[in-house]
């Protein structure tokens, strides 16, 4: 009869078993494997799903499995690539808003006030809301500034156009760095 890799706790006993040491959890390679594909895969759903770091959650799934294999693979090139490509696109999408918004002439009043009902469409409509949030939120706020249809739709439009670029970029790196994730496993 095999001893089984995992072992239960008698919590009548307290942590520790008759010889001192504590009970350990062992986890197999699999399941680290596994473990690192579904943040992987939880990557590619943030990039498309507001208010879900999809990059972060990509870089931290080959993270995991790097740590598993004791930093063997992947190789530190595609490591830091990964953290480089994650954590930039995240940044990317952080400022995407406020940046286009900007390049578009709007206010910074403008920008603050989009990024809150951004927010709260989102729990009205979801993705859709933050779109359409956004849209009129900066048309809205620049009219209410500056009294020009014109200048508003403008700002409107570029805010809009940077919002759904972030995502298109978010959602090519996640890709990106799953096609990666899947070469690094069979290779």
Excluded: C, N
């Excluded at 197999?28 to 939880?42: G, I």
């Excluded at 927010?119 to 993705?127: R, T």
């Excluded at 970029?169 to 496993?185: A, C, D, N």
């Amino acid at each position: 009869m095999s001893e089984s890799r995992f072992r239960t706790v008698d919590r009548s006993k307290g942590p520790h078993s008759g010889s001192g040491r504590p009970y350990r959890l062992v986890v197999t390679p699999s399941l680290w494997v596994a473990l690192a594909l579904l943040l992987v895969v939880l990557g590619i759903v943030g990039a498309v799903t507001p208010l879900l770091p999809g990059p972060l959650l990509s870089v931290a799934g080959v993270l995991l499995y790097w740590w598993s294999t004791d930093f063997g693979e992947p190789g530190a090139v595609f490591v830091g690539a990964v953290i480089v490509l994650g954590v930039g696109a995240f940044l990317a999408d952080w400022f995407a808003g406020a940046v286009s918004s900007k390049l578009g002439g709007a206010s910074t009043t403008s920008a603050v006030v989009a990024a809150v009902v951004g927010v709260l469409g989102f729990f009205v409509a979801g993705p859709l809301g933050i779109v359409v949030g956004v849209a009129l939120a900066v048309f809205a706020t620049e009219y209410y500034l500056h009294g020009d249809v014109k200048r508003g739709s403008k700002a409107s439009l570029y805010a809009t156009v940077g919002l759904l670029a972030s995502a298109v970029v978010q959602l090519l790196v996640t890709l990106g760095i799953f096609v990666g994730f899947l070469v690094v496993l069979v290779a």
